[in-house]
């Protein structure tokens, strides 16, 4: 991209931030309007039509904003966390909320990252994925079936998924662990995140010799997504080594620094300030 496109993009992300912002804080105000039934007294025929018409808002969105408020009574933290980052953010953790957690999962809403947080309500709620099941449509049942027939021998159709994984797997080559998340690498990108993490490398900053030994595989428990993060533990801004280094994905990262996986370390709350400007 030229300096132009880029600025264009830039450009549209500042704008489409701000306007998340508006609504962020339109949503939070609609359930006391619809309390007070203030639609009704301006002519309005219901909520629905008072938030489309003034401020272009879907029922659906409408719908879901004053379902979690109903579920958010006396907790004021989460109610908050609505109007500074969102109904869907919050929306994702109010199932696991009660008033005595519920400053703690705020504090989440505002740290973490939208898939992070879902991987964390889905291991809260002990629905971690240990399996997949996935369908096929016509066309790529032709071509399975194609290659079982090269593959051949009795295989059973998970058997003979193993073996084209397999053979992907090993044609693909060590081209690198943090390459393999389906997204493309976008180096400028992942250089930036290392300026954003204190004290933390991603993998192809820590010698060619230390990351063989590491696992290819995200080290938290159940987890199966490839290692996108080398992790520090031991917070490498306050413990200068290389020791002790945990390959994670980007979600279970996030669960390491935000108090989930590893209890807080000061460099943590310095971290979150980093992640902040990337949030929104
Ligand atoms: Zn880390
Ligand atoms: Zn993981």
Redesign the pocket.
């Known amino acids: 991209m030229n300096e132009f496109m880029k600025n264009l993009h830039k450009e549209f992300v500042r704008l489409g931030r701000e306007r998340n912002q508006i609504t962020y804080k339109l949503l939070s105000l609609l359930p006391k309007i619809n309390e007070l039934k203030i639609y009704e007294k301006e002519g309005y025929a219901n909520i629905y039509d008072y938030a489309a018409k003034i401020a272009g808002l879907s029922s659906g969105v409408v719908e879901k904003a004053l379902k979690l408020e109903g579920k958010l009574q006396d907790m004021p933290h989460l109610q908050k966390a609505i109007e500074t980052h969102g109904i869907n953010k919050v929306g994702i953790v109010a199932g696991l909320a009660t008033k005595e957690n519920e400053k703690e999962l705020a504090e989440k809403v505002i740290h973490m990252s939208k898939p992070a947080l879902q991987e964390y309500s889905k291991e809260a709620r002990g629905k971690v994925t240990t399996g997949w099941q996935v369908e096929l449509d016509q066309e790529m049942m032709f071509i399975f079936l194609k290659l079982k027939k090269k593959l051949g021998k009795n295989l059973s159709n998970k058997e003979c998924l193993r073996k084209i994984l397999d053979e992907m797997q090993e044609r693909s080559g060590s081209q690198g662990r943090s390459q393999t998340a389906g997204k493309k690498p976008n180096p400028q990108r992942q250089a930036q995140e290392v300026a954003k993490?204190p004290g933390?490398k991603i993998t192809r900053y820590i010698s060619v010799h230390q990351k063989r030994k590491l696992s290819e595989q995200c080290s938290h428990q159940n987890c199966h997504r490839p290692a996108e993060?080398i992790?520090?533990p031991d917070r490498f801004s306050q413990n200068r080594n290389h020791k002790n280094l945990k390959p994670?994905c980007k979600q279970h990262?996030e669960f390491?620094?935000n108090g989930i996986s590893e209890p807080m370390q000061p460099a943590d709350y310095q971290y979150r300030k980093y992640r902040q400007v990337v949030l929104v």
């Open positions: 993490i933390e993060v992790h520090h994670l990262h390491a620094h």
